[in-house]
């Protein structure tokens, strides 16, 4: 299983990012996917999460009405639009796989890809 994680970059506060996160190895259309962040000497935090028929999402307070998640099944890729991005959204991003349902707790998820570095400066 691989899941490769692009779009991530430097961008001023108030901009906008698009991450995305292709798949391989897996029934892609049977997992739910996340999206994880983690600053330097923090934990890793859901983002935001998407379930296997993309019928069911979830968002972390911290991001809810910046950021949506969307899923096309036919190209095995999720992705998370990020908006009127902060300075506090600066991490490294990580998207993740896990059978069927939504969780929000990084060990809930069983793949994971490589991460993608977003840089929001002030």
């Known amino acids: 299983v691989q899941l490769q994680a692009s779009g991530g970059g430097l961008v001023q506060a108030g901009g906008s990012l698009r991450l995305s996160c292709a798949a391989s190895g897996l029934t892609f259309s049977s997992y739910a996917m996340g999206w994880f962040r983690q600053a330097p000497g923090k934990e890793r935090d859901a983002v935001a999460a998407i379930s296997w028929k993309g019928s069911s999402t979830y968002y972390a307070d911290s991001v809810k009405g910046r950021c949506t998640i969307s899923r096309d099944n036919a190209k095995n890729t999720v992705y998370l639009q990020m908006d009127s991005l902060k300075p506090e959204d600066t991490a490294v991003y990580y998207c993740?796989?896990?059978?069927?349902?939504?969780?929000?707790?990084?060990?809930?998820?069983?793949?994971w890809g490589q991460g993608t570095q977003v840089t929001v400066s002030s």
């Open positions: 993740a796989a896990r059978w069927l349902d939504i969780r929000t707790r990084a060990y809930e998820y069983d793949y």
